[in-house]
């Protein structure tokens, strides 16, 4: 375990597994964002289901990540107290509910991604790591199987359904590319063996992605081109006001527990 | 059409449990979908090992003013019960 570990700097490493939480914890936050408004009921449990889901996969990956930092802090240090330049999560999960449906759509194309990604992850050198994506990847599968359905229903359902799928699939697309981009800490993390590089799962991905849409009727849309930024820091204004919710307490009574 | 989602009803068998027990309802477009619903709304606690879940449509209930001549009548046959043997001792536990 060490020899391998050792391979990557810990910096590295602290920041890939920032990724990963905060991938799981601001789609969280917006999630939970629909507690209460679902249009039915058996959509709202379910999407709060969800939501607890990734806040459990956020503490796995942010307990970890504090652990390798060695800093003494902890999941809850690492969510409530930092700003939105520390954050290293896509742009796709910080975007705008809109609707039902594109709540949806930004849900499958997240959950198509994080499916593959769990699964190479199972193979991570590093036990730590795959010891959490052997955990979440049950739930993960769940996660797509539901997302999945409503984008083929909602997609091929009613001319009004269809028509709001396909704009939020049009206006999501641009979020895409981030998912599969390299860069340096991809690279040592890959040469490490502890995950995959993010180029590699696109092929996966593609294929589920490309069927689910068939089967929904959508049209995939035609354009390679992608904003990004988030796993650097540099985010849209949205992080601002989900963090300055999810962290306000913490804030204004630093310490408070109950 | 309807626009509305028709009712289904949900069963689970629990980790216990030898058969399926009617558990509550719940609304969805389809069966696949009342499956996934049933998932969300009734085994959040782990509660189940299987579901089930069947359209409330199809199924055909008594009516409840039905209750005196379906029931009533064997109110007073408590001779329908195996009550009255004396079981060996030998036979063990019934």
Known sequence: ?258 | MSSEWPLWEVFIRGQHGLSHRHVGSLHAPDAECALRNARDVYTRRNEGVSIWVVEAAHITASSPSDKGPLFEPSESKVYRHPSFYDIPDDAGAM
């Open chain 1, 1 to 258: 375990m060490t020899g391998n570990v050792m391979a990557v700097e810990c910096n590295t490493l602290f920041n890939w597994l920032l990724r990963l939480g905060d991938n799981t914890l601001v789609l969280s936050h917006r999630v939970s964002q629909w507690c209460g408004h679902a249009p039915v009921l058996e959509e709202d449990i379910a999407l709060a289901n969800t939501a607890l889901d990734l806040i459990g996969q956020t503490q796995m990956w942010l307990n970890l990540a504090g652990e390798v930092e060695g800093k003494g802090r902890d999941a809850d240090t690492l969510a409530y107290l930092r700003d939105a330049w520390d954050f290293r999560n896509l742009l796709l999960v910080e975007r705008p509910n809109g609707d039902f449906g594109h709540t949806m759509m930004r849900q499958f194309l997240f959950d198509a991604w994080q499916n593959v990604l769990l699964n190479r992850l199972k193979d991570s050198t590093d036990p730590r790591v795959a010891d959490i994506a052997e955990k979440a990847a049950k739930e993960a599968a769940y996660h797509l199987e539901r997302s999945r359905g409503t984008v083929i229903a909602l997609g091929d359902g009613t001319e009004e359904s269809h028509a709001r799928m396909q704009a939020a699939l049009d206006a999501l697309w641009d979020y895409v590319g981030e998912m599969f981009l390299d860069d340096q800490v991809d690279r040592a993390i890959a040469d490490a063996g502890v995950g995959p590089l993010p180029s590699n799962l696109r092929d996966e991905w593609d294929g589920i992605v490309g069927a689910a849409l068939n089967e929904a009727t959508l049209t995939r849309p035609d354009s390679d081109f992608a904003q990004t930024g988030g796993k650097t820091g540099r985010h849209t204004e949205d992080l601002g006001y989900i963090l300055a919710e999810m962290q306000f307490l913490q804030r204004a009574y630093p310490g408070a527990t109950w």
